[in-house]
């Protein structure tokens, strides 16, 4: 086995190409990746904001957010005023085979998922660091 030590690469073995990107592209945080996997592994259940907080151990408000933030990405479908209004219901069948996909590598590469999001996140602070010492030193 060929030891790599480059940490960008240290996680790519894991993670799907396709998964990666999705996980780029899409999951701004590890609470949204656990709320979409909560709500694909209970589809059968609708979802309002006091549940998920209580399963995910968010406040109410967060979790509402999390809602909106998968129902705008055509994760949930917003079913009305009922109490609990929210259902998984992909926007596509694409939308559904990556997330099917994520939850497959997410039960194997938990942590190289996190690091993942977490890096991204670092990353765009970072750069909002950097943009506003450039603008504080002009």
């Given at each position: 086995m060929q030891?790599?030590?480059s940490a960008a690469h240290m996680t790519s073995p894991t993670i799907p190409d396709d998964v990666r990107r999705f996980v780029l592209q899409c999951i701004p945080s590890v609470p949204f990746l656990e709320?979409?996997?909560?709500?694909?592994?209970?589809a059968q259940l609708g979802w309002n904001g006091a549940q998920l907080a209580q399963r995910l151990y968010l406040s109410e408000a967060?979790?509402?957010a999390l809602l909106r933030g998968m129902q705008q990405a055509g994760i949930v479908r917003d079913d009305g005023p009922a109490p609990a209004p929210y259902s998984y219901a992909p926007s596509?069948?694409?939308?559904?085979?990556i997330l099917e996909r994520l939850a497959q590598v997410y039960a194997s590469h938990l942590i190289e998922l996190s690091k993942?999001?977490?890096?991204?996140?670092?990353r765009k602070a970072q750069l909002f660091a950097d943009a506003f010492i450039?603008?504080?030193e002009q």
């Open positions: 030891e790599n030590h709320a979409i996997l909560l709500v694909r592994e209970n967060a979790a509402a596509s069948p694409d939308l559904h085979q993942l999001i977490h890096l991204k996140s670092h450039w603008k504080k």
